[in-house]
């Protein structure tokens, strides 16, 4: 009895080490690699142009942001990280490897911008992002965050509104999608993907902490700025060139001799040599159709995707530069219709150019006299508030270009600074005053270089 009791012993303890060694595996269990997200950090640093010194550049800036991988090596940026950039660098978030990359094209109107790595093979192995152009108001997207570690930070927010809006630049109106999002800082939040089922939907365009409203950059302009991308030259968004007031008071109506169902905007000014101006658009005609879209009282019409919006969404995100679209308008009453061919404003083409970046400042100094071309750039030198803080007759110029100057080809010359010399001993001239007669000769001509006397002497200038 007690051998059989042994042997059983020995019996059960053979099959609990066995049991034990069964449980412990010879080899860890392989780690699967992580998912390569389609983000990249982008690095910025760059200087501004100093228009208030305009022969010097303003101190160093660096940006942190992310970008969006998208097909064919490209990474989608917006153009205000880019702005005045001196170098620019891609990031990979998971293993930290870093290349240069290069601006393949920029457009400031819809604050766009392509980068390219100079590293051909650098984005290898991330998925590109597809592009969503279906968004609508109650819609959810997520902001697409990185942590330090590498680590994908995803905040949900609601779409409550999408609406045309000014983009940084100022110049024309664009899509925007609106969204409640309580967003988190990060320190490369600079460009912010917006993602709706894991494809890009938009990009960060301005976001307020305060009310946690974000305004994105939408598919739709996305789309457009990539396929005029492909073409050999990129022409830019379009624009016709006008601008209008709704018509929902009954005396304006009747004012611009409308008939039949009340509907359209009324046309108050036209720029000068502009597609709308081309076509034959007079001011105090009434545009009651485009692209076959009616046009109500308020200046909408109905867009399949969104509802009522209004119309010059229709001639951004759905033309492109050489479209010809038909408008249909009232004058004194009459029913016509207009075919306005579309192209796109260079800003060189505005009497005070809207923008001027990634590049100098044009100026000249005479005998401690400084003389420079009137821009928007040189007024926001004043800062955010510079229509209240900038000299106001300078801003009356830039604001009313069109009105004060209907000739092509001027601009405004204006007397930045006068700089302590002997030539500038006794001088009643003030800065920022406009120059109007150099030795009797109107400064509306344009000269393409400096004349080859001195003309110290009959300097007429108009304060500011």
Do not use: C
């Given at each position: ?79 205000d ?23 393949q ?15 051909k ?60 999002i309580?967003m ?36 739709p ?33 009747q ?8 509907g ?13 101006m ?53 004058r ?19 009497v ?6 990634d ?26 508030n ?16 069109s ?19 002997n ?21 509306s ?5 400096p ?6 002497r ?7």
């Open positions: 009895m007690p051998r059989r009791s042994y042997i059983f012993f020995g019996i059960l303890l053979v099959a609990a080490t066995g049991a034990l060694a069964k449980k412990e595996p010879a080899l860890p269990a392989p780690v699967k690699a992580p998912k390569q997200l389609a983000l990249v950090r982008v690095n910025v640093t760059g200087q501004s142009y100093d228009y208030f010194r305009p022969w010097q550049k303003k101190a160093p800036f660096s940006k942190r942001a992310l970008g969006a991988v998208l097909s064919n090596g490209r990474v989608l940026v917006t153009a990280l880019v702005a005045n950039q001196n170098y620019v660098e891609l990031e990979r978030a998971e293993s930290g490897e870093k290349t240069a990359a290069n601006v094209v920029i457009d400031y109107e819809a604050n766009l911008a392509l980068l390219e790595p100079t590293e093979k650098f984005l290898d192995g991330i998925t590109p992002l597809e592009i969503t152009p279906d968004t609508v108001v109650g819609d959810r997207l997520a902001a697409w965050q990185l942590e330090p570690t590498g680590a994908l930070l995803a905040t949900e927010g609601l779409v409550t509104t999408v609406q045309m809006t000014q983009y940084p630049i100022d110049v024309g109106q664009f899509l925007t999608y609106r969204i409640s309580p988190q800082y990060r320190e490369n939040s600079y460009t912010v993907p917006l993602v709706k089922n894991n494809k890009l939907a938009g990009l960060l365009l301005r976001y307020d902490s305060r009310s946690q409203l974000l305004d994105a950059i939408p598919a302009i996305i789309t457009h700025f990539l396929k005029e991308a492909e073409s050999q030259k990129y022409r830019g968004f379009p624009s016709a060139g006008f601008s209008f007031f709704p018509t929902r008071d009954p005396e304006l109506r004012f611009a001799g409308e008939t039949g169902k009340a359209g905007v009324y046309v108050n000014n036209v720029e000068p040599n502009t597609p709308a081309k076509a034959g658009l007079q001011v105090g005609d009434i545009v009651t159709a485009v692209a076959n879209h009616e046009i109500d009282q308020n200046g909408n019409y109905v867009d399949p995707l969104y509802g009522k919006i209004e119309f010059t969404n229709l001639l951004t995100a759905h033309v492109y530069s050489g479209d010809v679209v038909p408008f249909r308008i009232q004194n009453g009459k029913p016509m219709q207009l075919n306005v061919t579309l192209e796109h404003r260079d800003a060189k083409d505005y005070s150019p809207p923008y001027n970046l590049q100098p400042p044009r100026y000249y100094v005479l005998g401690g006299l400084i003389f420079q071309k009137l821009s928007r750039q040189y007024l926001k030198e004043w800062g955010p510079w229509q209240r803080e900038a000299p106001q007759r300078l801003v009356y110029f830039d604001r009313f270009q009105e004060l100057f209907p000739d092509a080809n001027r601009r405004v010359v204006i007397l930045s600074q006068v700089l302590p010399a030539s500038t001993i006794g001088s009643r001239a003030s800065s920022r005053s406009r120059l109007k007669k150099i030795q009797s000769r109107s400064s001509t344009r000269r393409r270089s004349p080859r006397r001195p003309i110290y009959k300097i007429t200038a108009s304060p500011s």
